[in-house]
């Protein structure tokens, strides 16, 4: 790909950093709406589907899900900066150094918010936990300690659900 270039810390850690279009850190909760809604203000399911995996799947229900994560999170340092949606819910968290990253893989691409979780119902009663695809991307620009804390999600998510 003409845009990956390997970055030196990411290197080290066997990642190859890619260079976004547009990364930036942002607590305003009405960027963060705007990478995840659609213009009516409404959770658009549709594209988080096609841009999200599954990472865990819970025992538990995904109200208790989404407590249990926010919960593991704040003991972290995180903030929950919005809970969206109603059957399934998106969280989002702020870094420990305050905002949540926000990146354009490229000009045509829709903000991505990789700080954040999907909480889905999954058809045995318990709960899918779906991260978005950035999440597996080593992004060129991100301060280290976000990209840190990126890479410990899964760490985090297995210690709610646990």
Not at 13 to 24: C, D, E, Q, S, Y
Not at 125 to 140: E, F, H, K
């Amino acid at each position: 790909m003409q845009n990956e270039r390997i970055q030196p810390q990411a290197a080290s850690r066997g990642v190859v950093a890619r260079i976004p279009f547009r990364l930036w850190m942002t607590g305003s909760l009405a960027v963060v709406m705007a990478s995840l809604c659609t213009g009516r203000g409404v959770l658009d399911v549709e594209r988080l589907a096609s841009s999200m995996r599954v990472l865990r799947h819970s025992p538990f229900g995904v109200k208790e899900t989404v407590q249990r994560i926010e919960e593991a999170a704040r003991e972290r340092g995180h903030e929950v900066i919005a809970r969206i949606g109603q059957q399934g819910q998106v969280i989002v968290l702020a870094s420990a150094i305050g905002g949540t990253p926000v990146l354009m893989a490229s000009a045509d691409s829709p903000p991505d918010v990789p700080l954040s979780v999907q909480v889905r119902r999954s058809a045995d009663g318990g709960a899918d936990v779906l991260v978005t695809q950035s999440l597996d991307s080593g992004w060129d620009g991100m301060p280290e300690s976000v990209a840190d804390e990126l890479a410990h999600l899964p760490d985090l998510l297995d210690h709610a659900l646990s």
